[in-house]
């Protein structure tokens, strides 16, 4: 019988080691959030899509960080390994120290919205709080970081609403009659002007021909304080709208959606940019944060990242 166990002893060993080695990684990182206990982050609403799957879930938010590792679950807290991404999935994202940075839970916002449609309307959580007014700087052009002190955490609001189209809204008739002083072409909310798509200070000069008060003068200052006389309006060029006399019809500071680079387009540097800024590494300027949340729902968080990459990549 000794002899027996002696021989068996070195198999069963190898078999145990062998089943160790090959426990999923996924496993591990599951139990890791449960050790974290109420140090866990708090996971956050987001839909992925209809046709999102465990595999390019994981794909797009490495695109962000090669070095992460993305686990899915069910709302058990089974691992997923593959497969469409169900209703109630949660994602983590884990740093290199297999420490959890990010947390998602997969909600249709439709489906929300269809089992309360019986309950009273839902009341806007769109903060009511001031910008401030439009900043000049005499020498920068790139995206610039503020004093720490001065800048929210990433999920507090930005007091960012974008419009609804790509041009001004709130235009005069032609005929220069205004009825306070929040009209006119380019009126803007808070200081600022929201522009949802890229816009040229060519086209802006056009609409303002066509659309604006006769004879009225357009004048666009970079973020630098250099005159732009044409190209992209970028986010930070100051509008100046000028009646015929002189007078200021209306002054704003432009913020072009997804444009953190002063660019005016989103691009790689713009995700970059407010990656950096969702994991402390960076900060945003005001009018930057406003052009960051792209959801327009008055908070800059992860699901305006994702919402920014689709953008870059033409598939929003």
């Given amino acids: 019988m000794g002899k027996m166990f002696e021989k068996r002893f070195p198999f069963t060993l190898s078999l145990i080691i062998l089943f160790l080695a090959v426990i999923p ?22 839909w992925f899509g209809a046709d999102a799957t465990v595999e390019s879930v994981g794909a797009q938010l490495k695109a962000f960080d090669p070095s992460i590792t993305v686990v899915v679950t069910d709302q058990d807290g089974t691992p997923r390994t593959g497969g469409l991404l169900e209703e109630g999935d949660f994602v983590m994202m884990y740093d290199a120290s297999g420490k959890l940075r990010k947390e998602f839970v997969n909600i249709n916002p439709d489906s929300q919205e269809s089992s309360s449609s019986d309950s009273a309307p839902p009341v806007s959580s769109q903060p009511e709080d001031s910008a401030p007014s439009s900043e000049q700087a005499s020498s920068q052009s790139q995206p610039e970081s503020s004093d720490p002190s001065d800048l929210p955490s990433a999920s507090e609001p930005s007091s960012a609403s ?59 200052k970079a973020y630098n304080g250099s005159t732009r006389l ?28 997804g444009d953190l680079t002063r660019r005016g387009t989103p691009d790689e540097a713009s995700c970059r940019a407010l990656y950096n800024y969702l994991t402390g590494s960076g900060t945003l300027r005001a009018d930057l944060r406003r052009a960051a949340d792209l959801n327009g729902d008055g908070t800059v968080t992860t699901s305006d990242l994702l919402k920014l990459k689709k953008m870059i990549s033409g598939e929003d």
């Fill in 162 to 220: 974008n419009a609804d189209s790509s041009a001004p809204s709130g235009q005069s008739s032609g005929s220069g009659v205004s009825s306070g002083p929040a009209d006119g072409f380019l009126s803007g909310d808070e200081n600022y002007f929201d522009f949802r798509t890229p816009v040229s200070v060519e086209e802006l000069e056009d609409q303002l021909l066509d659309e604006g008060v006769p004879d009225s003068r357009l004048t666009v």
């Fill in 230 to 257: 044409g190209g992209s309006v970028c986010t930070g060029d100051v509008l100046t709208v000028e009646n015929p006399d002189g007078t200021v019809q209306n002054r704003v500071t432009a913020v072009v959606a």
């Fill in 25 to 46: 990684t996924t496993a591990f990182y599951a139990q890791e959030t449960a050790k974290q206990g109420s140090a866990a982050v708090s996971a956050e609403e987001h």
